[in-house]
């Protein structure tokens, strides 16, 4: 019981401290970002249920691999907030409110949004990729999926999770969020399963393109103390 007490702390205890520290100390303001893609998401739901809502949802926020690319990209941003219809608009809510507020508190707000378009638009890009190597090729898709409506904050979560544990440390958490997704895909292979890889895989390049540039602004600076 020590032994798994003691695994709990290093995994998650750093993460629980600054989480805990923050909302005790700020409450929600220290989650804005996260209280507006929440409240986002439920707007676009409700809109969505509305026969004069669809439309408008549709043409701002849907995005097909089909689609023109100018005008996949131009709606890639909203799509992240647009729940998917074949699933309950709860998942979508609770995932954000969890994944999108711990992001903002240890990773940032700035970062928390990089972070998420650059995975949301990653899944995008690939959906693209994909369907043009074709159902026979290298992580190719069949052309049936070109017509998928691609939205919703799960290739974003699945992102920003990985950069949170990366962030405080928490390998083995991280390799659970990364086996989670390999299983995902080879249980049902799917795109959105797929995206989630990519995302992830996107992630990581982000930490450690993150963690290159922290490691050269340090020894720049103590390059400049050693001179001074």
Same mark, same amino acid.
């Given at each position: 019981?020590?032994?798994?007490?003691?695994?709990?702390?290093?995994?998650?205890?750093?993460?629980?401290?600054? %989480?805990?520290?923050?909302?005790?100390?700020?409450?929600? /303001?220290?989650?804005? !970002?996260?209280? $507006?893609? +929440? *409240?986002?998401? &439920?707007?676009?739901?409700?809109?969505?249920?509305?026969?004069?809502?669809?439309?408008?949802?549709?043409?701002?926020?849907?995005?097909?691999?089909?689609?023109?690319?100018?005008?996949?990209?131009?709606?890639?941003?909203?799509?992240?907030?647009?729940?998917?219809?074949?699933?309950?608009?709860?998942?979508?809510?609770?995932?954000?409110?969890? %994944?999108?507020?711990?992001?903002?508190?240890?990773?940032? /707000?700035?970062?928390? !949004?990089?972070? $998420?378009? +650059? *995975?949301?638009? &990653?899944?995008?890009?690939?959906?693209?990729?994909?369907?043009?190597?074709?159902?026979?090729?290298?992580?190719?898709?069949?052309?049936?999926?070109?017509?998928?409506?691609?939205?919703?904050?799960?290739?974003?979560?699945?992102?920003?999770?990985?950069?949170?544990?990366?962030?405080?440390?928490?390998?083995?958490?991280?390799?659970?969020?990364? %086996?989670?997704?390999?299983?995902?895909?080879?249980?049902?292979?799917?795109?959105?399963?797929?995206?989630?890889? +990519?995302?992830?895989? &996107?992630?990581?390049?982000?930490?450690?393109?993150?963690?290159?540039?922290?490691?050269?602004?340090?020894?720049?600076?103590?390059?400049?103390?050693?001179?001074?």
């Amino acid at each position: 019981m020590t032994t798994v007490a003691s695994f709990a702390r290093r995994e998650w205890g750093p993460l629980y401290t600054t %989480v805990r520290t923050a909302l005790a100390t700020r409450g929600w /303001r220290a989650v804005p !970002l996260t209280l $507006a893609s +929440v *409240c986002l998401i &439920a707007l676009c739901q409700i809109l969505q249920d509305q026969s004069w809502g669809y439309r408008l949802v549709r043409d701002i926020g849907y995005v097909r691999a089909e689609d023109p690319l100018w005008l996949a990209l131009l709606r890639t941003p909203l799509s992240l907030f647009v729940p998917a219809l074949e699933l309950p608009v709860w998942g979508a809510l609770a995932q954000v409110l969890l %994944v999108f507020g711990i992001a903002e508190i240890t990773l940032g /707000r700035p970062w928390t !949004l990089v972070v $998420a378009y +650059v *995975c949301t638009l &990653a899944g995008t890009l690939y959906a693209r990729l994909g369907i043009a190597v074709g159902p026979g090729g290298f992580l190719g898709l069949p052309d049936s999926d070109a017509r998928v409506v691609d939205t919703g904050p799960s290739a974003a979560v699945a992102g920003l999770a990985v950069c949170i544990c990366v962030s405080m440390r928490a390998w083995f958490t991280a390799g659970l969020v990364v %086996v989670a997704a390999i299983g995902e895909v080879i249980i049902q292979d799917n795109l959105a399963g797929r995206e989630h890889i +990519v995302a992830i895989a &996107a992630a990581l390049v982000l930490c450690g393109a993150a963690e290159l540039w922290h490691r050269h602004r340090s020894d720049g600076g103590s390059e400049e103390e050693s001179g001074g």
